[in-house]
């Protein structure tokens, strides 16, 4: 678990440094799209860690209870950040991390964005058939019939907007994204 082992107390100390310096910049960055600072903390130090770990490990290196690192592997793993994987002579879950920061990027967004239109396409979709229904029950009522296709109009392209989210969404799951904007290599 420890990469730094054998190295002098000065040279530890400065790398560790440089490091504690980025883990603190992933996990104000995560931060920024929702996800705890310590979680953020926990995958920047999985991110230098030298191969697979155990959450026992991930509870003394931080200082964070078992409980806590428990939710946190979670959570990083159900935004496809971490993996599970198999360790010969263990018992114990393993978990390393995804390195690649454009899938996360990708994943983390898909699985949000997805949610989030779901939800907003249902709520639309409903709104727009009581409108519908609402303008033949007051076909007679200019004011009213006016007021609801004017509704009607906004929440169509409200409905445009997330079809266009999802296209966005499935360039980001299939990879056609970095077809557009290419990863620097």
């Given amino acids: 678990m420890n990469d730094l082992e054998g190295l002098e107390p000065e040279q530890i100390n400065r790398i ?11 996990g104000k960055n995560m931060d920024l799209y929702g996800i705890t600072l310590s979680i953020g903390h926990l995958y920047g130090y999985m991110y230098f860690n030298e191969g697979p770990v155990t959450l ?19 959570t ?7 993996d599970k994987v198999w360790g010969k002579g263990t018992r114990k879950d393993l ?3 995804v390195p690649d920061w454009h899938q996360n990027f990708s994943d983390y967004f898909s699985i949000k964005w997805r949610k989030a239109v779901e939800g ?19 076909a007679e009522n200019a ?26 969404i499935e360039a980001l799951e299939t990879g056609k994204i970095f077809e557009l904007i290419p990863k620097e290599t």
């Fill in 56 to 74: 026992d490990e991930l509870s003394r290196t931080m200082g964070m209870s078992k409980t806590s690192m428990s939710t946190g592997v979670r």
């Fill in 120 to 138: 907003n396409m249902i709520a639309l979709t409903k709104s727009l058939t009581e409108i519908r229904d609402m303008q033949a029950e007051y």
């Fill in 16 to 26: 560790s440094k440089a490091r504690e310096r980025v883990i603190d910049s992933i």
């Fill in 143 to 168: 004011e009213i019939l006016r007021l609801l296709l004017n509704d009607e109009e906004k929440i169509m392209e409200a409905i445009k907007y997330y079809r266009w989210l999802l296209k966005l």
């Fill in 95 to 97: 978990f390393e991390v």
């Fill in 76 to 82: 990083l793993l159900d935004l496809k950040m971490i």
